[in-house]
């Protein structure tokens, strides 16, 4: 039985690092491709992009794009390689800007940019790495993919905006949260199983399949990254947590909590939302434990879950079936292993 075949049988999601195994020529491609990429920017500017342009990250985003576009272990698309990096560029100018917003330290084990070069520089490396995407997706022999990548750009900036602007805010509703992920996160994996689909020649309807497949996993793990922010380890998660409570960030966790806590602890909790009163974050974790709110967002989570896999329950025999839904597996097991030890079995 092949590696891919022997994936795609047996659901044990620890199984499925050896989907990344199978793609370490790809990831090795798409790390040589960023580098040579350096010598487009400007002399000033090379060591800060090199900064942002580091192996650590689970590149995620690029992944999408070489599993929907599997055709099996062929040689490595040139074209699959180069819009993987206009897509994993994008998110690392996100990150640039978030790690500002949020006043973040540390970002994949060490300092952020912000901190490395100050928040002023910052803003201006993300936007030179947005420009710099963007030029690449240009150098196809058509539009489309240019058109593409700059419309899910403008969209994921309007998540990132509608989100800035209601910091603070106690007006938002699960409705409210669910549409900035959809365009802040989940936008960025929907066209990245697009362009990967796309460019390995499939059928529109697979394409369009792969593209709602996308968009639902992004929604997963955004909603499992917001969990993160409260329920994980900073030392082994890599980056500062505890920004979105601090930040006046109303994400799913603290809205599940809102609805569950007796109204004068509740009144408490919104002004710590909304900065009239210090965050309280240790007391609001303890609550979470104590009410439940791991497996209430948890369920959340593997409702995205199972929607990304019945988008592409039609197309069991197509090559990157199995090997994306082994990214639902995948993180189903970190959504298992994220949860807190006392709530394991409720």
Request: net charge negative; proline share 5%.
């Amino acid at each position: 039985m092949s590696s891919v075949a022997s994936l795609a049988k047996g659901a044990q999601p620890h199984a499925f690092a050896g989907v990344f195994s199978l793609l370490a020529p790809h990831m090795a491609d798409l790390d040589r491709f960023l580098h040579g990429q350096l010598g487009a920017f400007e002399p000033e500017i090379r060591a800060m992009v090199d900064y942002c342009i580091d192996t650590s990250g689970k590149r995620i985003r690029p992944t999408l794009v070489f599993l929907s576009g599997w055709r099996g272990p062929v040689a490595v698309s040139p074209d699959l390689v180069r819009v993987a990096a206009v897509v994993e560029l994008v998110h690392l100018a996100t990150l640039v800007h978030d790690d500002i917003m949020d006043e973040a330290d540390v970002r994949r084990s060490r300092r952020t940019a912000s901190r490395e070069y100050g928040a002023t520089a910052a803003v201006l490396l993300g936007d030179a790495l947005f420009a710099h995407a963007l030029h690449l997706a240009t150098q196809f022999p058509t539009t489309e993919i240019c058109a593409a990548v700059s419309d899910s750009t403008r969209r994921v900036c309007a998540g990132e905006i509608v989100q800035t602007l209601r910091r603070g805010s106690t007006n938002i509703t699960r409705a409210d949260y669910q549409r900035i992920v959809d365009l802040k996160t989940a936008e960025l994996f929907r066209v990245s199983c697009f362009l990967g689909a796309k460019l390995a020649g499939f059928t529109p309807d697979f394409v369009e399949a792969a593209s709602r497949f996308g968009r639902h996993l992004g929604i997963a793990y955004q909603i499992y990254d917001d969990l993160v922010d409260f329920f994980g380890d900073e030392s082994r998660i890599g980056k500062t947590l505890g920004t979105d409570l601090a930040s006046g960030k109303l994400t799913l966790p603290l809205l599940a909590l809102l609805e569950r806590l007796p109204a004068a602890e509740r009144t408490t909790l919104l002004g710590e939302v909304t900065g009239e009163r210090p965050p309280q974050p240790a007391l609001r974790i303890r609550q979470m434990r104590e009410l439940g709110i791991f497996s209430i967002v948890a369920e959340a989570v593997h409702t995205e879950i199972d929607a990304a896999a019945a988008a592409l329950r039609d197309w069991p025999t197509q090559a990157p079936t199995p090997l994306l839904l082994g990214l639902c597996d995948s993180l189903r097991a970190q959504l298992t292993a994220l949860r807190p030890a006392e709530t394991v079995g409720s």
